[in-house]
Structure formats: C-alpha cells, structure tokens
C-alpha cells in the first residue's frame, strides 16, 4: 500500500478517484508544526552569530492528532508521496511532514491542477523537497514573528493597538493615507457647460488648453484604485456667472461642425487571472471578498464530481505569473477553431508577468476547455459556478484576436467658442465577445466638416470635486499586488487580521480604518516608519524570493536584517513612545485570543502572561471569570486546575 499526503481533507476524494486501489490518501488538514511560544519574547527560535535555532511544536491539538494518525500510516505504507501545495507553504509543510515522520528519503509531488494525466504525471517524476522554497518560509514566519513579537507590545502600552505585522501595518498605512486624504479634502464648485444638438448628440465646451485624457490632477501611483483619468466633459468653469455669459454666447452664433478626426485602435485580450485580479473581477462583478473568492477557488481546485469521477476544474489558486500551459494554449485555440474561427488570432497569444512575478506555476485557468460553464453547471453551487464562469470566459479571452475600436473626436463652433464631442464604436468585438471590458459605445451621427448644426439646447449643470475614493477589498489587493506588500497566499488573510484587530470595518463595500487604526498607524509612521513604508515592505518580499532562488541564505540574511535594523529600530521606537505616552496614561493591554474555546460558553479563550507558569501564560475566559487553563506538558494539552483536596 503507497500512502500520499496532501494539505486538504476535500482533496482526500479526488485523489482517491484518481489514483484507485493500492493506495491510501490523508491529508495534513494544513499545517502540523509552528515555532513554539518559547524562549526570549517566546519567539520559539534563537538567533546566534551565524545560526537560527527554530524549535517547532505541533500545531494545536488537532495537529498532534493528525500527526498521530499519519505515523501510523506511515509504518504500514511501502512508499510515501507528499502532495502539499506547490508554493513555499506547500514546501514548507512537507518539509516538517517529513522531518516529523521521520521519512529517510521523502517523494515530493507537485501539480497545479488535480487532474488524472496531470497527478500521474508527477508521481511518476517526483522529486526531493526544494529546500531553497522551505528556507524562504522559515525566513517569512521568522520575520513575521519578530516583527509581531517585538513591536505589538509597543501598541499595547501606547494606543491600545492589538498587534503590528510586516504585510499588516504597511497593508494598514494604504488605508489610513486615503482615510487622510479624505478628510482633508476640500471640495470645490464648478460648472459643466454643453450644448445640445439636433441628433440627440451633446458636445462640451472646449477651451482648447485643458488636459488630455489621462493627465487629470490627482492621479499618480497611489491611486490605482481609481479609473483611468479621464478628460473633463467639459472645460471646468469655476463660475456660475461665466457659466450663463458662455450660454448666452452658445444661443447667439449659429453652430457649425469645424474639425473630424477618426481613428481605429486595437485593444489586446487582457491576461488570464492572476492570484489578486481574480479577487479583484470576483469583487467587482460578484460581490465576492478575497477571503470567500479563495474558499470557492480552492473548492474548484479540489474538485467536483464529473462524468463518472473527480476532477479538479481550475489550475491552482495562488499564483502571480500570467502564464498558460502550451497544452492549454493549443486546446483553447482548437475551442476557438470550432466555435469561433473569426476571433482566433494569427499566433498563440503569451502575456508577460510583472517582473517582480514568482512564476512559480501557471496562470488560473480551467483544466479542461471542454468544461464549459454550460454544461457542468449542474455539478456546481451557485458561487461555484460564478465564479468558475469568469475563470473560464477570461481564460478563454486571453487567447483570443485583439478587439477593434473606431474612436471619434468632433469640434463645433458658434461664434468664439468651441465644443467637443467624443465618440466610439466597435468594429470588431474580438475577446470582449468573452470578457466584455470595453466603455459603453457611444455614437456620433455622420458629420462632416463645414457642417451646419441646428442647436436644441444650451445649458450648464453644478457640480463638485470629489475626495478620493476608500479602498474596497478588490482594489486594496490590486494595489498591494502593485506595490509588493506580501504574495498571493497572504492577500486575504491580511485583509481579515485589519478586521479581526478592529482597525478597519466594511461600510458599503468600502474598506474604512478605524479610530485605532488611524492612531496605531501614526504612532507607527512616527516610531517604525519604516515598517509602513511600502517600498521597505516590498525589498523584504524581494529578500524572500532571493532565498527562495538560492541567491540569498535565509540565516545570515534574517540575523543581519534584526541586528541591523530591527533592534536598533525597536529601541528608539521605545523611547519615542516613553516619552509621548507616560505609564500613567497608557490604556490597558489586551489580551491576545487563544485557538482554544471555553469548554463551558464555547467563546475563545483569552492568553494572560505570567512569569510563574513555564509556558509564559495561561488561558482565561472573559465571560467566565472563574475558568483558567493550564498547561500540561506531560499530556501535551489545556488542562482546568484540579480541586483541591480538603
């Protein structure tokens, strides 16, 4: 009997599908070790000169049970496959699955999609664990725990703050920089001047000297969130006296048409999804959150039930490259060829990745083109197959020919002024017959230059700037992807700590920091400035995937970075927090929440430092005043005090 260990419990089914008799399939539900509570700052590891000590335990007591039950697998299979993901976590659990088994000489396999040529595939070529991918890992959950560890405990004595993370606190600062934006903004009145035209067709009053598309003011790098700039309707009048004086001037002098221009454009088939523009799509059509998006994608990753079997429909989740598989490639073309000869193009389409991409696997896409939407819509849920149905028609449309765009820009005048009218119109649908991204058409009638025009109406409408908008979900992902602040797998869950630690809340899709949250980012903008800085945030990303390209060590690397950086840092953040917040007016520290439940009203437990106990701390109900827990390290699990004899 051969034994292959995967991550998750719903992938147990697919495989077994797949692989048939002769083999048994568990799953490592996920992590089974972490860096004990240990040690200085109960970090669980020590840094030495040259040297990291990491000392890892179990993972909570459902972790030793699981790890429990796969030794037992493991001393009756003849060969053990590790099937974990295949990212740095992946590597990362089945790096600690075989340290833990104590497996002499570990099968690696690795697949972006649960599909029977693709999982006999790989354990028919596995491999040795990838240590370069497993140090990145160590490094990231060392760096994180430093991080968390080290600087928390600053917020607790000053604002109150819950925690501080390295993707957390930068992630945060996005946040609270719009949130200032927003409150700072002063907005301004002003008049949109047009003039209306038998036809049904409006054209704007055009000084001549305003900017062109895309050169708005407020635009730059940070605001990625909004739409591409576009050129005002109208030349922006900041009176409603000179508003009425160029009305009056439109309704005096007859209207002519005095300048045409038309020019056909091509607009290329976007790239297949992508970790962060997949959760983007899925928010914005869907209504979907990163956090929900992921739990339906992985769902679609594990498989459903098709013809007779079990398959996984899409090529894994978590990725940030833009490539497709040459196989994909050829079948979505040969779907093209069928269905829709007109809309293949001349070549295999390839889109480039970010270049500071991982690329460690494919783009998301479907695993079989011939799993249309249509037909396997009765194996799937309703958010199951919305969102299966953008993956699908996006994969589809990254292949497909260029669209065709015939763009018209039209000038009257009447008397010293002029007008300006744009126009668009599709010529060839190309792959938005698929993924229909384009602006609403909007037709001019035939004019031609020297034309009269027969004027119906002029007028004027108020109106008022705008603050920049709040971040939703899909547009805060779009912008930490832009930025470098963390990877694929750490888009949500980062997301979902800034909610848990209650320093931001959902109003109306919007993403809006709280009071906290704005104080904990500016006592870290003034104390850690760096650790906000997204640019600093995103060359430690660029560090972990040095390590994980075997160009960096992660030990000397991780040592060099505290005590160059870190150390120094923290104690000067100490001072500054000593002096502006005195013992006296600090509020209380919280306390962290455990994985453990009260056994009597099932709410989470709550951790309380204390120097007496070995551990570092106990656990205690909030809402049960008189239930602690203990620590018992011979049993290995929380324990309430025993009563005392009398």
């Known amino acids: 009997m051969r034994l292959l260990i995967c991550e998750s419990p719903g992938k147990i089914k697919t495989f077994k599908s797949i692989l048939g008799s002769g083999w048994e399939v568990q799953a490592s539900i996920g992590h089974v070790m972490e860096l004990a509570d240990d040690g200085a700052d109960h970090l669980g590891f020590d840094l030495g000169s040259e040297t990291v000590n990491c000392r890892y335990v179990p993972r909570g007591e459902r972790a030793a049970a699981t790890l429990k039950k796969l030794k037992a697998a493991v001393k009756g299979a003849e060969a053990v496959y590790l099937a974990t993901d295949p990212d740095r976590e992946g590597e990362a659990i089945a790096w600690h699955l075989a340290r833990e088994l104590r497996l002499k000489s570990p099968r690696r396999v690795s697949f972006t999609q649960i599909t029977a040529s693709a999982v006999q595939a790989a354990l028919g070529t596995p491999r040795s664990l990838d240590l370069d991918l497993v140090s990145a890992q160590r490094a990231r959950q060392c760096l994180d725990k430093l991080v968390g560890y080290k600087v928390s405990p600053l917020l607790w004595r000053a604002t109150g703050g819950r925690s501080a993370g390295r993707v957390q606190s930068a992630t945060l600062h996005f946040l609270c920089e719009r949130e200032r934006e927003i409150r700072q903004f002063q907005p301004v009145d002003y008049w949109s001047v047009w003039a209306e035209y038998a036809g049904g067709w409006r054209a704007y009053y055009w000084r001549g000297d305003q900017q062109e598309e895309g050169e708005g003011p407020g635009e730059g790098d940070d605001a990625v969130d909004r739409k591409a700039a576009k050129s005002f309707e109208s030349t922006r009048v900041i009176s409603e006296a000179e508003a009425e004086r160029l009305v009056n001037l439109a309704r005096q002098h007859p209207h002519s048409v005095v300048h045409k221009e038309q020019r056909t454009v091509s607009k290329s088939a976007p790239p297949p999804f992508i970790t962060s523009s997949l959760q983007q799509a899925a928010g914005a059509l869907l209504g979907y959150s990163p956090e929900f998006t992921m739990q339906v994608a992985q769902q679609l990753y594990e498989g459903v039930d098709l013809d007779g079997g079990r398959r996984g429909l899409i090529t894994y989740m978590r990725t940030d490259s833009v490539e497709l598989a040459p196989e994909f490639c050829v079948q979505a073309r ?215 390209a075997s160009k960096q060590s992660w030990e000397p690397y991780l040592i060099g970075w505290n005590n160059s950086y870190l150390l120094p840092a923290v104690a000067q953040a100490k001072a500054l927090i000593s002096a502006e917040f ?64 009398s």
């Open 334 to 548: 040969q779907y093209l060829e069928t269905n829709d000869p007109a809309n293949l193009s001349e070549r295999a389409t390839r889109h480039r990745s970010r270049a500071t991409a991982q690329q460690a696997h494919e783009a998301i896409r479907p695993s079989s083109v011939s799993f249309t939407p249509r037909t396997i819509r009765s194996q799937l849920s309703e958010p199951q197959l919305r969102l299966y149905d953008l993956i699908w028609r996006r994969a589809i449309a990254s292949q497909c020919a260029a669209v065709q765009i015939e763009r018209t820009t039209v000038r009257t005048r009447s008397g010293p002024l002029q007008w300006q009218a744009k126009g668009m119109s599709v010529l060839f649908a190309g792959y938005s017959r698929y993924w229909n991204d384009l602006d609403a058409a909007l037709l001019l009638p035939d004019l031609a230059v020297g034309q009269p025009l027969v004027l119906v109406e002029a007028s004027y409408e108020k109106k008022r700037t705008q603050p920049p908008p709040r971040y939703s979900e899909p547009r805060l992902v779009q912008l930490m992807e832009r930025r470098g602040v963390g990877r694929p797998s750490t888009y949500a869950s980062t997301i979902k700590t800034l909610k848990e630690r209650t320093y931001v809340e959902a109003q109306n899709k919007a993403l809006v920091p709280t009071e906290l949250g704005l104080a904990t980012d500016a006592l870290l903008a003034r104390a850690l400035p760096d650790l906000v800085d997204s640019h600093f945030t995103a060359q430690m990303e660029a560090s972990l995937d040095a390590i994980a």
């Open 582 to 645: 005195p013992a006296s007016a600090r509020p209380a520290r919280p306390r962290e929440k455990a994985r453990f439940s009260c056994p009597e009203c099932r709410q989470p437990l709550v951790k309380v430092p204390s120097k007496k106990v070995k551990r570092g701390y106990f656990l205690k109900c909030e809402r049960c005043p008189d239930l602690v827990m203990f620590w018992n390290a011979a049993q290995k699990q929380w324990q309430r005090p025993k009563p005392r004899q």
